[in-house]
């Protein structure tokens, strides 16, 4: 039986040239492919035209680029775009693409477009509002597999930022999502700064630690309630690493700590942001307001409100328009920036984890 090829997408320009070398091909031929891969985003090993037939031979006989389309696509009137995902291990995962089409964006070439991609195939962390979470966990994506939801997505040329905010707890595969941001942003791949991408996570310890010091991408925390019962009730991932520990680790952290000192708005290469989703009666109360200011005062941060895209079988409920904007004039007022995120994609499956959720029982059937 024959092996699998493996995929070249993923691997670093230090690597690809291991591989030329292992097929007997010369060093050069290792950014060749680097730049075949990353740069012209060629389909095939036989369209890079500069490498010998012989060379290209080699090389098919062992290995891919190891990309491929989604297999389902979901637009919704807004322009956001769900895209579904097969890895090579038969799993689903999703990828959404936003665009901004605000101050003279259009279709053709919006004027920001994000893409939240996942790292996981269902997710540990069991939060109780989260759809990924219903799924338990059932695979780890490698790096191929993240790349390939940014290399594959036809708007590719289009987007601006990426954030891991899709499916399953990036710090619960910090590997192969190090590794991602690494070819996102090293000069002979795609060559983005760092400050374009966001890691979300709840807070693991030992991932964090590691982000933090081998990282310069941005961080957003996943919060969703200041007080430590109230957090562990919704989120198991509390009672193992708390969020004041969480903000006792952050605090050591420059880029992270709340100065006198002046410096310009935007000079700091990375951005740190809690993600707070409002639910009715739950989270959203004056005493809610208050423990996440002092919470956070120790830190140079912003605070992204979240609506909640409902999902089956839930008791939690979003809290109201009126609520969701008291809540955040009150944190602004007392120095917190704070914004609300808009919704998006509302009316293809909004909520993370519903289309992928479908198609695994679809496949089971």
Not at 219 to 238: D, F, Q, Y
Request: hydrophobic letters at 40%.
């Amino acid at each position: 039986m024959n092996e699998p090829k493996k995929p070249l997408l993923a691997l670093t320009l230090e690597e690809l040239t291991q591989v030329a070398q292992n097929l007997g091909l010369p060093r050069f031929v290792g950014k060749q492919l680097a730049d075949w891969i990353y740069r012209r985003k060629v389909a095939a090993i036989d369209e890079m035209t500069n490498i010998s037939k012989a060379a290209r031979e080699r090389l098919k006989a062992g290995y891919t680029i190891g990309a491929s389309a989604p297999v389902e696509a979901m637009r919704s009137i807004d322009g956001t775009i769900k895209y579904l995902f097969r890895t090579a291990d038969e799993h689903f995962i999703e990828t959404v693409y936003i665009p901004d089409f605000g101050n003279g964006g259009n279709a053709d070439a919006p004027r920001r477009a994000t893409l939240c991609v996942s790292s996981q195939v269902g997710c540990k962390m069991g939060c109780a509002f989260c759809m990924t979470g219903r799924q338990g966990f059932a695979a780890q994506l490698t790096p191929a597999d993240i790349l390939n939801q940014i290399w594959s997505v036809p708007e590719r040329d289009f987007l601006t930022n990426i954030v891991f905010m899709g499916q399953g707890e990036p710090f619960d595969n910090l590997d192969a999502v190090l590794r991602a941001t690494e070819i996102l942003t090293a000069p002979y791949a795609y060559a983005w700064s760092p400050k374009r991408i966001t890691v979300s996570s709840v807070g693991l310890a030992k991932g964090l630690l590691r982000f933090l010091d081998e990282s310069r991408c941005n961080l957003a925390v996943s919060l969703h309630h200041p007080i430590p019962a109230g957090r562990a009730g919704m989120m198991p991932a509390e009672r193992a690493f708390g969020i004041q520990e969480v903000v006792n680790v952050l605090k050591q952290y420059d880029f992270c700590r709340r100065t006198t000192d002046d410096y310009e708005e935007g000079t700091k290469q990375r951005r740190l942001t809690f993600e707070y989703i409002l639910f009715g009666g739950l989270n959203d109360g004056r005493e809610h307001a208050d423990a996440l200011l002092r919470l956070l005062s120790p830190l140079d941060c912003r605070v992204n409100l979240i609506r909640f895209h409902t999902i089956p079988d839930t008791p939690y409920h979003a809290t109201d328009e009126a609520a969701l904007q008291w809540f955040c004039d009150y944190l602004n007022d007392h120095g917190l920036t704070t914004t609300i995120r808009a919704s998006r994609g509302q009316d293809i499956y909004a909520a993370c984890g519903l289309l992928s959720t479908k198609k695994q029982e679809e496949s089971r059937k």
